[in-house]
């Protein structure tokens, strides 16, 4: 016997499916260039956004956002191993993909902020940093890249492997946020969603602060003048013809 | 025989050495030039592209003449035999296989020169709209170098 439980809220799916969007686009923007990195920029900081949504989630979200509910723990995994675990959200095998999803795109994210491309696009950190140190997290920023790509390819893979091979539709639960699991495991739910509304809320306003802060709020309480003065143009006279 | 085989050797390297430069040299300038055509690419961005508000036309149309400066400045040169390895400011990402495909560098070096006069002409206009559009042009034709010649790291 068989019943439909709610399984991913609407905060996670809507996290989800726009990182999904976001990542594509900040690769296409990055392969054209040109006048598009200022857009992969912007991805950048929003899939920065999404990220520290996601993380805040984590703590505050719904049972099966929160960490502790799937996070691969050592016995959960030996157990997962032994045939003997037993679940609703993401198996063990499928918390350390996601977790690993996670740091490699932080990782894409992190060095991106400080990134340069030798042309005219600087990450909104560049000013906290040197030429030198930026063209070396450049190059890490091209680096993780291919580590997040294989963790991409692997996911896509595996969600083909759980559809056709184990019969298992992952998508459609993270479409609608339904699952169908058995009787006997869905007595064992413990689910609060008690204050949703306020704790989504205040995980937007705290995402939305950092990446203000990391693409405006900062620069400006730094002093951007004084950054900003070797690409302005002259203001007086004088200086103009020097 | 020999002694003459050896000096018709020892003469040809002095001479090619001579005519193209010593390596680090070539690789020094060519960074430099680059490096001083992103000032005045980031000048323009900041101007045209970034806040409008502070466009002033006299400084962009130097800009865009310092680029067109740097791409008419005959850079070829700086691209002699073995420039694919040494430390000019820093090590070079040029890639050896460059000199295989001397011809389609050239192909994407012309177009980067001549999207840089064209800026340069439209910039004298002081048309904001003008010189954004062709600024796009600029910046991309950076791209196919890069993509083209130069080692992703």
Sequence with gaps: MKVTIHIWDVPHRLFHWLLAISVAAVYITAKIGGEWIDWHGRLGIFILGLLIFRIIWGFVGSTHSRFVTFFPTLPRII??????????????????????????????????????????????????????????????????????????????????????????????????????????????????????????????????????????????????QSQQTSKTAPTTQASASF | MKKNLTLAVLLTATATAAFAGPIEEQIRFRQSAYSFAAWNVQKIKNQVVDHPETFNKDNVAAAANAIAAVANSGLGALYGEGTDHGVGWKETRLKPEFFQRKDEAIKVANIFNEAANELAKVAATGDAAAIKTQFSKVTESCKGCHDLIRIKE
């Design chain 1, 79 to 224: 157990a997962y191993i032994k045939g003997q675990w037993q679940g609703i959200g993401h198996n063990p095998l499928g918390a350390i993909s996601a977790i690993a999803l996670l740091i490699a795109v932080g990782a894409q994210v992190g060095t991106g902020l400080f990134a340069n491309d030798d042309i005219a696009f600087e990450g909104p950190l560049f000013n906290f940093i040197n030429k030198p140190l930026s063209d070396k997290l450049t190059s890490w920023h091209n680096t993780t890249f291919n580590v997040l790509l294989a963790l991409i390819v692997l996911h896509l893979v595996a969600i083909f492997f759980y559809r056709w091979i184990k019969k298992t539709n992952l998508v459609v639960p993270m479409l609608t946020g339904k699952k169908q699991i058995p009787v006997a495991l869905a007595e064992s739910i413990t689910t609060s969603h008690a204050n949703g509304a306020a704790r989504f809320i205040l995980s937007i306003v705290i995402s939305s602060t950092v990446v203000w802060g990391v693409s405006d709020g900062i620069a400006r309480l730094y002093s951007p």
